[in-house]
């Protein structure tokens, strides 16, 4: 069971490589305010899982760099997880909006948070 995950997730980072997508170019002002709006955005994921896959592949395509976090080689991280969002469930996205703070799972809202952040 183990080696057919072992292999799955090898697979699955190999085809991520292969069919890496195009980042999105923009002003450098622009890209600017970008990376000021996602600030406090930390993404909690495991490297070869499919859904947190999706979700770096989105943040490749926004040009966007947030800090990632893998509870599973983490156990500071792995902490943060299960006391802040209360679960051990990847991808999970750390939302921090001044004192105010949020634990998004699902990868489809994930990316589409990301996608209304970077509009
Ligand atoms: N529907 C979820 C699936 C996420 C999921 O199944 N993640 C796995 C790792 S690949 C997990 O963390 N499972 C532990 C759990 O569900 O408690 C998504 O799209 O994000």
Same mark, same amino acid.
């Given at each position: 069971?183990?080696? $057919? ?10 085809? &991520? ?13 622009? =890209?600017?305010?970008?990376? =000021?709006?996602?600030? +406090?955005?930390?993404?909690? =994921? ?27 080689? &983490? ?7 299960? &006391? +802040?969002? +209360? ?21 489809? &809202?994930?990316?589409?948070? $990301? ?5």
């Amino acid at each position: 069971m183990k080696i $057919i995950r072992v292999v799955l997730g090898a697979l699955i980072l190999f085809l &991520d490589w292969v069919f890496t997508p195009k980042s999105v170019k923009r002003s450098a002002a622009f =890209q600017k305010q970008i990376e =000021q709006k996602v600030k +406090g955005l930390t993404l909690y =994921q495991y490297k070869s899982c499919p859904f947190c896959v999706k979700v770096r592949r989105e943040l490749k395509r926004q040009s966007i760099r947030i800090p990632l976090k893998d509870p599973k080689r &983490d156990e500071v991280a792995k902490t943060e997880l299960l &006391d +802040g969002a +209360g679960r051990l469930k990847v991808p999970c996205l750390k939302i921090v909006e001044g004192s105010n703070v949020r634990w998004m799972f699902e990868s489809s &809202d994930i990316i589409e948070y $990301i996608r209304m952040r970077t509009l």
